[in-house]
DNA sequence: CTAATGACCATTA
DNA sequence: ATAATGGCCATTA
């Protein structure tokens, strides 16, 4: 049974480079659409930052930096919120002030 | 089992 | 525009 976390790391794996999406709507998509706190919690123990143990998702590359906060701010990471300004420009993303562009951050995660 | 922890959200002042 | 507040909840210690 694959427990919440692991549909977290599945869900965000499918949003696509150049595209955002918030959290509420990763936990949406992941079948606890009101647990988006919780989200932000397992993102931070993130597979691509440290191994979490499950086999399964060993050496797996989850973009966590594309999830933001719903009201378009960027929102934290491990290394801080200027490295993941930083890399999602790098992929195309406009980010004026701390805000991402609203045509960037999806609704819907489709695959 | 209980309690704490937040990369959050929405509302209010 | 910023700051505080209450709510939310999976995971972990």
């Given amino acids: 049974m694959a427990s919440f976390r692991e ?3 599945l869900t965000v794996r499918r ?7 918030a959290y509420a709507a990763v936990a949406r998509e992941a079948g606890r659409p009101r647990a988006f706190r919780a989200v932000g919690n397992i993102l931070n123990a993130n ?9 399964k998702y060993r050496s797996v590359k989850v ?5 933001v906060r719903s009201d378009g701010r960027v929102g934290g990471y491990v290394y801080g919120t200027k ?7 790098s992929e195309g993303i406009k980010i004026t ?3 991402v562009d609203p045509k960037n ?3 819907v995660i489709s695959k």
């Fill in 63 to 67: 973009p966590c930096h594309r999830v």
């Fill in 97 to 99: 002030g701390n805000r």
């Fill in 47 to 55: 597979p691509t930052i440290k191994n979490i143990g499950i086999s």
């Fill in 7 to 9: 549909k977290v790391y």
């Fill in 83 to 89: 490295a993941k300004t930083k890399l999602l420009r």
């Fill in 15 to 21: 949003i696509p480079r150049g595209r955002v999406a």
């Fill in 105 to 107: 951050i999806l609704s």
